[in-house]
């Protein structure tokens, strides 16, 4: 495992019961079978194997975290991307002996890439799924203003760069194809600081270009943005200009972004400041804030619902422990997986713990826990409702940072694996 010392943590970190059972089927047709029929339905799985006692078992125990391997490398800082053929392809880290590696769902395995990024990157980047089923790659490192194109066909080859180079900025893929970037911090080698931005960028993935578009109203880096239904996006909270660590200072602050306009509209700010929160968009149209670290640098529990129809926040359910710099996934039924992430006591608190945000009670469930404490870890929803979560960084001592490699997949409820309809 690399390790990483305390200095090195600050910098990179402030610098992201019973329970109703969930069942998720490839169709409904299994559903129907099992009211109209469950003599048949029981033959039937049983026959596929999955009735325990069966040959060859065919589905993973519901709402559980399993360990499948590890990947080619240590893991920290990277990020986790779904391609169009259900593959999620996996970027950078700090300790990324190999740049990039394919996940295969079917097989549980780790493959590097044939070709290797352009520029290599280790953390604060941005990875971005395109139309065309590319992957965007911008920014990160120590402000780096390169940008790259990975095609499915496992190329990295460099595009126009960035007008701003910058690192923990958001990327967010627009309903016309184009992908905004916004804010993070750039360092300025002629006052040797780190400038936190306001400004923002589009890039076309036609030409492959990056133009300017409006500023924020607030320069904001380590916050959320999230593309609503009606094309907007929505900016949420992040860490202020000024100081880094204990004494860092985070928003509440919000604002909308309208591309038909390249306009921003300022908005009634969160419940609570938050940096390293999560934010999902449910199918009601609504977005789970969730989490975070506030302004004196704590973690928090309580999570809010950003309602586009009223443009307001509503503090929902909290958590079942304080976390930041955890990661959100929506599952089959809805409802949102949040796993890992760290309490700060002030010390490292690395959980391994998961919840399940349940939408229509608007509370969270605790689910069974990850294999390994986790946090500024990857995770990707994959087409067949699992979620893998891999990488990460985990702590013996509540202060020095391990990197990991281990890689495990969250079944949330009966899974076929073999699309039986």
Do not use: C
Request: a negative charge; zero cysteines; glycine letters at 10%.
């Amino acid at each position: 495992m690399g390790v990483i010392g305390k200095k090195d943590w600050a910098t990179r970190l402030l610098v992201k019961d019973t329970k109703p059972a969930r069942r998720v089927f490839p169709s409904d047709n299994w559903q129907r079978l099992f009211i109209r029929a469950p003599g048949i339905a029981l033959a039937l799985l049983m026959s596929h194997g999955v009735i325990a006692g069966a040959a060859t078992p065919n589905v993973a125990a519901a709402d559980t975290f399993t360990e499948i391997g590890t990947m080619s490398t240590l893991r920290l800082g990277a990020t986790a991307t779904r391609l169009q053929d259900g593959s999620v392809i996996l970027i950078g880290g700090r300790s990324a002996a190999n740049p990039a590696e394919v996940f295969d769902p079917a097989s549980l395995t780790f493959t590097p890439t044939f070709s290797v990024p352009v520029t290599p990157r280790s953390s604060g980047f941005t990875s971005t799924l395109l139309a065309s089923g590319e992957v965007l790659i911008a920014g990160g490192e120590d402000s780096l203003s390169n940008a790259e194109i990975y095609s499915p066909s496992g190329l990295f080859t460099a595009t126009g760069d960035l007008l701003t180079g910058r690192r923990l900025h958001t990327a967010t893929l627009l309903a016309d194809g184009r992908v905004f970037i916004a804010g993070g911090e750039a360092y300025s080698a002629a006052t040797d600081t780190w400038d936190t931005l306001e400004t923002t960028e589009l890039f076309d993935p036609l030409t492959g270009i990056f133009t300017a578009a409006a500023p924020m109203a607030d320069a904001r880096l380590d916050h959320t943005a999230t593309l609503l239904p009606d094309g907007s996006v929505l900016i949420a909270g992040g860490r202020a200009p000024g100081p880094s660590g204990p004494i860092a200072t985070f928003l509440a602050k919000s604002e909308i972004y309208h591309p038909n306009t390249n306009t921003f509209t300022s908005i009634s700010p969160m419940n609570s400041a938050r940096g390293f929160q999560t934010a999902t968009l449910l199918a009601n149209g609504k977005v789970l804030i969730a989490g975070g670290f506030n302004t004196n640098s704590s973690s928090q529990a309580t999570s809010e619902l950003y309602d586009p129809g009223t443009q307001t926040f509503t503090l929902t359910g909290s958590m079942h422990n304080k976390r930041g710099a955890h990661t959100a996934n929506m599952l089959g039924d809805g409802n949102v997986l949040i796993s890992g992430g760290v309490e700060l006591t002030p010390f490292l608190n690395v959980h391994a713990s998961a919840d399940v945000y349940q939408v229509s009670a608007g509370q969270f469930e605790a689910t069974s826990p990850m294999t390994q404490v986790r946090m500024l870890h990857m995770s990707a929803s994959l087409n067949d409702g699992r979620v893998l979560v891999a990488g990460g960084a985990k702590t013996n001592d509540n202060i020095t940072l391990l990197e990991l490699n281990g890689a495990e997949i969250y079944t949330p409820g009966l899974i076929f694996r073999d699309g039986l309809e």
